[in-house]
């Protein structure tokens, strides 16, 4: 689809653009006089009388869109009646096929956002601040007894406003998924391995010990402690790089991920360490992670800059559902996956079975 054309009575203002380590497009579009984000997904592809293939692979195709169809809608109708629209939560506003593609439309909202360089050297009250309400906005996820699957620099977007001021917004939810219950095929399951926790990537490779009823929101805790450990020191944990790809892997092989850092509150790097532990129930929960964030005292931590100018974190802005290439700073950045066929090869590059 080109600038001008129509799909379901939206007007695309802008051809389409690559998104998602070319699983996705993107681009912006009008309806009843309102600017929408619209995606486009490249897979799966709903086979048409014309398409090429047997009848046996387009049963399969078929089926394969209608599992599709019916993830997203069904996930679309829980979030948005039991988390709402126009909280931190960017959710879908409409979802459909239109010929063999299907489309998701969400708000329009600036596509700014700061980088985790430029995160982790905010003042440590405003970092503090920023932690506080994502995991908010993680926790009503977590109420409604959804997995965001997902959680990443480019889908946690903070923007500093005019003002100086902060906010912060979850996207994309496409890989979510109902607690326990992930995809019955391993390989739909589609994010970045960097931030995948143990019981995901065995979920995956699937390692026999890990069942469904393991694939739970505390999946997003870990992820969300690995965030948190890049917006307080700049970058993840040390683990032997050399033995192991990604965190999720040193982690599984029994290694324990942790900060060391001086110049932060003992009770935060304790939270941050505990939500990186191996075994998923010893892991805090999006409520006990806010209430011990509100608890901790920064008064011995403050520099000048905090004590200047106090960081307010404003909720109701309009902010990016877009996502951007948010690199982790130099020498320390960890090489994502950025599309399905590239992570399943490095799988299979690390001794994880894939099947096709």
Not at 156 to 168: G, R, S
Not at 284 to 296: A, C, D, G, S, Y
Request: aromatic share 8%; charged share 25%.
């Amino acid at each position: 689809m080109f600038k001008d054309q129509n799909i379901r009575g939206y007007r695309i203002l802008q051809d389409f653009t690559t998104a998602g380590g070319g699983l996705s497009k993107w681009t912006f579009a009008l309806k009843n006089g309102i600017e929408y984000f619209m995606k486009e997904f490249l897979s799966p592809k709903y086979p048409t009388p014309d398409s090429p293939g047997s009848p046996a692979s387009k049963k399969r195709k078929k089926e394969e869109c209608e599992r599709f169809e019916q993830h997203h809608h069904t996930l679309i109708k829980e979030i948005n009646e039991k988390c709402g629209i126009g909280s931190n939560l960017v959710v879908a506003i409409d979802f459909f096929r239109h010929e063999t593609k299907y489309y998701k439309v969400t708000e329009k909202v600036d596509v700014s956002s700061l980088t985790i360089g430029e995160i982790a050297n905010l003042p440590l009250s405003a970092r503090h601040l920023i932690m506080k309400t994502i995991v908010h906005s993680l926790s009503i996820l977590h109420r409604a007894g959804i997995v965001h699957g997902d959680l990443k620099p480019d889908n946690v977007l903070i923007k500093q406003t005019k003002t100086a001021y902060f906010t912060a917004k979850l996207i994309d939810f496409d890989n979510s998924y109902f607690a326990t219950q992930p995809p019955e095929m391993p390989e739909d399951m589609v994010g970045d391995m960097v931030y995948y926790s143990p019981e995901l990537a065995g979920y995956i490779r699937q390692d026999e010990r890990v069942k469904p009823q393991d694939l739970t929101t505390q999946s997003d805790i870990f992820a969300l402690g690995l965030l948190f450990c890049q917006y307080l020191v700049g970058k993840v944990p040390s683990f032997e790089r050399d033995k192991y790809a990604y965190p999720c892997l040193a982690v599984g092989a029994g290694k324990v991920l942790s900060i060391d850092e001086p110049a932060l509150p003992t009770d935060l790097q304790n939270l941050v360490n505990q939500m990186l532990l191996q075994d998923y129930k010893a892991r805090p929960n999006t409520q006990e992670v806010f209430e011990r964030l509100k608890n901790i005292d920064l008064s011995a931590y403050l520099t000048e800059a905090d004590k200047r100018k106090p960081a307010t974190l404003v909720s109701k802005m309009k902010l990016p559902t877009k996502t951007e290439t948010l690199p982790e700073p130099a020498p320390e950045k960890i090489e994502t996956l950025p599309a399905r066929t590239e992570k399943t090869e490095g799988l299979r590059g690390k001794g994880l079975h894939i099947k096709k």
